[in-house]
């Protein structure tokens, strides 16, 4: 009878699984894609943010590193004719993805947001040559 349950089963797997994925949902995680395309002379970067508004959005460039914040507070509400709550909901997303992009011009960097894309355009300083130092070995 031992033989007729294996215990390798996917119980513990299962519970795993749905705590991982009711945390994720619940309190928010950092999956928006991203694609980024180095250039000569710039960096394209695209995020996906569907269902968030401009004013949702936080971009900032500081030492090197782009940062995307993406936060929104929803409220659905359903009153009868006295003004009673019959249903009142509240959710909340938020996103933060970081990247390194080194040699920016900061002061040129274009932004555009349409449809739930952001579109942005990081030119590079034209000063900066990156040298790569070979360290050797003793």
Do not use: C, H, W
Not at 57 to 85: C, H, M, P, Q, S
């Amino acid at each position: 009878m031992a033989n007729l349950i294996s215990r390798n089963n996917d119980l513990m797997g299962m519970r795993d699984d749905f705590f991982d994925n009711f945390f994720n949902g619940f309190m928010g995680n950092d999956n928006f894609q991203v694609d980024i395309k180095e250039k000569d002379n710039n960096y394209e970067v695209t995020a996906d943010l569907p269902g968030f508004d401009k004013s949702d959005l936080n971009v900032t460039y500081d030492d090197g590193v782009l940062t995307i914040e993406a936060n929104r507070n929803d409220i659905t509400e359903d009153k009868d004719e006295e003004g009673n709550f019959l249903r009142r909901e509240r959710s909340s997303r938020s996103y933060r993805r970081q990247f390194m992009l080194k040699g920016v011009d900061d002061e040129n960097i274009d932004a555009s947001f349409k449809d739930g894309v952001l579109d942005l355009n990081l030119p590079k300083t034209s000063d900066e040559v990156e040298e790569k130092k070979k360290i050797d070995i003793k």
